[in-house]
């Protein structure tokens, strides 16, 4: 008995690392696809010229300073949206949690937000390196607060509603609309374009300085998120249980809190608000590998990055050279997702 139990183990452990690296080779070629498609197209002997030091100027200029940066940031927000919404939907055993929809994506906004319309203020009173960091420290600190906000107002009798809480986020994206549409209403003709061209979303207008601070910052919480693995497992269960199991609820509840915040405050700060990654990759990833968060995790963040740029890909070649907004795609993806998931739930509940 013992023996086949082990053997059908052994092969869904297989099947598993199959799809993980089938789903790394689909994000691999639309890295390849993202850096070689567009107005003008490259070659893979092109690409290896310009990487190896032997590419002409242009094809260099297009590679080092458009192309690459967008795809570096497109592996960061599609990492940390992916990854915050698997841990966030693990932690409130909640299939609709969702950085946007709780608040987060809210919050650093409001942060990104002010940065934007008031940086010119605060800037000049900080040190050189500050000011490079305005935008995503300022993103962070906007989206912990409302974090801290949401789990404070939501946590109940030694537990967090998850009702609670996602009305709460509710609430908290409502007002987080107004204050924005204030600070728009205040900023001038340059913040308020650069506001436009943020608030929609992209992965074109970042330059290297912010776009390689949202990648170490997501690079750095990554193995924070895998590492809260069993404890999302164990969430499962429910909190009183995780609890006797032996984890510290509350404290896995803060830390997994604080690295979603960070990762989603900088990758927004950098590429604005892109909705429902963090909804879309983690089910996906579900529906192809099970439930355990050792394989869940790696196989979000992989569909993740993929829908980050296969969405690019879409924008950028669909009426070139003009560039939809990435944040209309992948609403128009997410949106559809998000009502079937809705409406899947309702079905699912008992009638009175």
């Known amino acids: 008995m013992t023996t086949v139990g082990t053997t059908v183990e052994h092969r869904s452990h297989r099947r598993q690392l199959l799809v993980v690296a089938g789903l790394g080779l689909l994000a691999?070629?639309?890295?390849?696809?993202?850096?070689?498609?567009?107005?003008?197209?490259?070659?893979?002997?092109?690409?290896?010229?310009?990487?190896?030091?032997?590419?002409?100027?242009?094809?260099?200029?297009?590679?080092?300073?458009?192309?690459?940066?967008?795809?570096?940031?497109?592996?960061?927000?599609?990492?940390?949206?992916?990854?915050?919404?698997?841990?966030?939907?693990?932690?409130?055993?909640?299939?609709?949690?969702?950085?946007?929809?709780?608040?987060?994506?809210?919050?650093?906004?409001?942060?990104?937000?002010?940065?934007?319309?008031?940086?010119?203020?605060?800037?000049?009173?900080?040190?050189?390196?500050?000011?490079?960091?305005?935008?995503?420290?300022?993103?962070?600190?906007?989206?912990?607060?409302?974090?801290?906000?949401?789990?404070?107002?939501?946590?109940?009798?030694?537990?967090?509603?998850?009702a609670m809480l996602i009305l709460i986020g509710i609430a908290i994206n409502t007002i987080a609309g107004a204050i924005i549409g204030v600070l728009v209403y205040v900023a001038d003709d340059q913040a308020l374009r650069d506001l436009t061209f943020w608030s929609m979303g992209g992965l074109g207008h970042a330059g290297w300085p912010v776009v390689l601070i949202a990648l170490g910052i997501t690079l750095a919480m990554t193995p924070l998120f895998w590492r809260q693995g069993r404890g999302l497992d164990l969430f499962q269960l429910g909190e009183r249980q995780a609890f006797h199991a032996g984890l510290d609820v509350e404290r896995t509840k803060r830390v997994l809190a604080a690295v979603a915040a960070l990762s989603v405050g900088a990758v927004t700060a950098a590429a604005g608000p892109i909705g429902f990654i963090g909804l879309v990759a983690p089910h996906l990833a579900r529906l192809l590998v099970g439930y355990a968060h050792r394989w869940v995790l790696p196989a979000s963040a992989l569909l993740g990055i993929s829908l980050v740029l296969a969405a690019d890909l879409v924008v950028r070649l669909a009426i070139a050279p003009q560039e939809p907004p990435i944040g209309i795609a992948t609403s128009l993806i997410g949106g559809p997702f998000f009502l079937w998931l809705l409406t899947r739930r309702l079905r699912s509940l008992p009638h009175a």
Do not use: Y
């Not at 940066?69 to 960061?76: F, N, Q, S, Y």
């Not at 990492?79 to 915050?84: D, H, I």
């Not at 608040?103 to 940065?115: F, K, L, Q, W």
């Open 28 to 162: 691999l070629s639309l890295a390849l696809a993202e850096l070689a498609l567009g107005p003008i197209k490259m070659g893979i002997a092109q690409l290896w010229a310009v990487f190896s030091g032997s590419g002409d100027t242009l094809d260099n200029s297009i590679i080092w300073q458009i192309r690459l940066p967008r795809l570096t940031l497109g592996i960061a927000v599609g990492t940390a949206l992916s990854l915050a919404g698997t841990a966030l939907q693990g932690m409130l055993r909640n299939p609709l949690a969702d950085p946007g929809l709780i608040g987060i994506t809210a919050g650093a906004s409001i942060g990104a937000v002010s940065a934007i319309v008031l940086g010119n203020l605060i800037a000049p009173e900080l040190p050189l390196i500050l000011q490079t960091a305005l935008l995503p420290v300022a993103a962070f600190l906007g989206a912990m607060l409302v974090m801290t906000c949401v789990f404070t107002l939501s946590h109940r009798g030694g537990e967090t509603s998850v």
